[in-house]
Structures are given as structure tokens and as C-alpha cells.
């Protein structure tokens, strides 16, 4: 009963936004002590994003406390651990089209871009452009998961598949 009343208070939480219209402190929140920093500039720019691409948007991982980062390998200065950054996934867009969008969020796009195999992208509000894919756990050439667009025009709502 405690689990279920947990998992409840959890979907209240997400359901209501309180860091934003579409995103709350729990979705960020460490996944081992709770503990939250954030920027607002990365909520900001995730809610460019949401109405970018017309649908919600999944945060996997917000901030991370140094011991919960180094449990998940994440890199020693990572973004996570200043709460510059989310692993984000959206239902129903292509790693590519969802790259794409990314792309197109000023604050992402002059920031940190991870694709994973796994299906989600890093984003992140780094004050420099760093971009990185990741398959089986190994960095590789971006290209091998997306192909970097000659324009930024892709169009998920009309259901228009990137070239």
C-alpha cells in the first residue's frame, strides 16, 4: 500500500508541473537521494521543445548527485551534476526527427547534444557546443546514429518524415 500511495503521489506530482506548465521537481529530482539543483534555462528550454515538437516529452535523468553519477558512469564534470542537463526521450518521433528538433532550441543547440542507441538524447545548456553519440555504451561518430540535417526543417506535426 505504501508503494502504491508513493507511485501516486509521483503521478500527482509530474501531472501537475510545478516547475512548469509540463515538467515538475520530481522528474528532475537525483534518482538516489532526491536531492534537485537545476537551471531554469534548461526547463525553459525544454518547454521550447515540448511545444516544438507537440508532444511530452520523457526525462529519464535530471540532476544527479556526484555519488548517483559516478554509479552510472556518468563523466566526472558531467552537466547532471549542476542540473544543466536531462536524458530525454519523446513517444513516437525517430532519434532523428528528435534530433532535429533539438537542433533547433537555441540553448540545445549552443550546448551539449548526446544521441544514445538506447533511444534518448542528452541535451544540456553548456556555454559551448559539444556533440557525442553513444552505442553499447561506446562513443562513436555521430553519424552513426543520425545524420546531421543541411537544414533545420523538420515537421513531426504534419507527420513529415526527415530527409
Known amino acids: 500500500m505504501a508503494k502504491i500511495s508513493a507511485l501516486l503521489k509521483r503521478v500527482e506530482a509530474i501531472a501537475g508541473g510545478d516547475l512548469s506548465e509540463h515538467f515538475s521537481r520530481v ?11 537545476l537551471d531554469h534555462g534548461l526547463i525553459d528550454a525544454l518547454e521550447r521543445l515540448h511545444e516544438l515538437a507537440d508532444r511530452s516529452i520523457v526525462v529519464h535523468d535530471g540532476f544527479r548527485c556526484p555519488g548517483h553519477n559516478k554509479a552510472v558512469g556518468g563523466a566526472a564534470n558531467s552537466e547532471h551534476t549542476r542540473g544543466l542537463a536531462a536524458d530525454i526521450s519523446v513517444h513516437g518521433l525517430t532519434l532523428q526527427q528528435f534530433f532535429e528538433l533539438a537542433l533547433q532550441i537555441p540553448a540545445f543547440f549552443h550546448g551539449g547534444i548526446g544521441v544514445y542507441d538506447s533511444g534518448f538524447l542528452h541535451v544540456d545548456i553548456r556555454p ?3 556533440r557525442w553519440a553513444k552505442i553499447g555504451g561506446g562513443y562513436v561518430a555521430l553519424e ?9 526543417l523538420a515537421n513531426v506535426r504534419g507527420g513529415a518524415q526527415p530527409a
Do not use: D, N, S, Y
Open 27 to 37: 522528474e528532475f529530482a537525483c534518482h538516489c537521494c532526491g536531492q534537485l539543483r
Open 128 to 130: 559551448h557546443r559539444a
Open 144 to 152: 552513426k546514429l543520425v545524420t546531421i540535417p543541411v537544414t533545420l
